[in-house]
């Protein structure tokens, strides 16, 4: 069975992006790495997929100006150029036109980093914390026109802990990420995209480091 043909886009160092490459190593895995471009030359996640043996590509958003579409025009001939069947946004910092949303639409996917729909947008831990949340985490969900509010195709979430502050917070969130993205792309590339109970309980008084998912990886 041939494997979605999967393009990934960053803008920076890419830790998501190395995470869903190392699931996709495993033949077994439903999508294959088939591009990462990014739209910064300096992204330091380019030299990991370069290292991993991976194609890549640079499109510089600065060299179109305030010209969003024909940025998102020249990725999309290369997209169609590499035979992409799904887009993975990971720290793709440019927001996107509907356009380009609309020629996505159903195959482009994004991780947040809260529990949508809860805090949209950015500084989401300090906004979390600020709110008083006992239950912080990430999202996979479809790319929509409203942004962060496509589908969700998974979670995880973590206890916030008395001492958090947003940069504590934001490391132990960045490791639900790594977890939920690979099973979240493999789900979708199966064709197994609906949400599913989770298989683990929080219980943040006597394991600060268990993490509810769902759907259960």
């Not at 720290?91 to 036109?97: E, S, V």
């Not at 979708?188 to 683990?200: H, L």
């Given at each position: 069975m041939a494997r979605t043909r999967t393009a990934i886009l960053i803008s920076g160092r890419g830790s998501n992006m190395a995470a869903l490459i190392k699931a996709a190593a495993d033949p077994a895995y439903p999508a294959e790495?088939?591009?990462?471009?990014?739209?910064?030359?300096?992204a330091g996640g380019l030299a990991?997929?370069?290292?991993?043996?991976?194609?890549?590509a640079v499109i510089d958003h600065a060299a179109f100006g305030n010209d969003r579409e024909a940025f998102e025009r020249a990725i999309d001939a290369r997209l169609i150029e590499r035979r992409i069947d799904l887009v993975c946004l990971a720290?793709?910092?440019?927001?996107?036109?509907p356009w380009f949303v609309?020629?996505?639409?159903?195959?482009?996917?994004?991780?947040h980093p809260s529990l949508?729909?809860?805090?949209?947008?950015?500084?989401?831990?300090?906004?979390?914390?600020?709110?008083?949340?006992k239950i912080h985490g990430a999202t996979v969900h479809l790319v929509s026109v409203d942004m962060d509010g496509g589908p969700i195709i998974a979670q995880?979430?973590?206890?916030?802990?008395?001492?958090?502050?947003?940069?504590?917070?934001?490391r132990r969130v960045l490791a639900v990420e790594h977890r939920i993205y690979p099973t979240a792309l493999r789900r979708?590339?199966?064709?197994?995209?609906?949400?599913?109970?989770?298989?683990?309980v929080i219980d943040a008084e006597s394991n600060s480091d268990r993490m509810l998912v769902s759907p259960a990886s």
């Open positions: 790495i088939a591009l990462v471009l990014s739209n910064r030359p300096a990991v997929a370069q290292n991993a043996g991976l194609t890549t720290g793709f910092m440019r927001l996107l036109t609309a020629r996505w639409e159903g195959r482009m996917l994004n991780i949508l729909p809860s805090f949209k947008g950015l500084d989401t831990h300090a906004r979390a914390l600020a709110a008083g949340v995880g979430a973590l206890p916030v802990l008395p001492n958090d502050s947003a940069e504590t917070l934001a979708f590339a199966s064709g197994q995209n609906c949400v599913s109970g989770a298989d683990e």
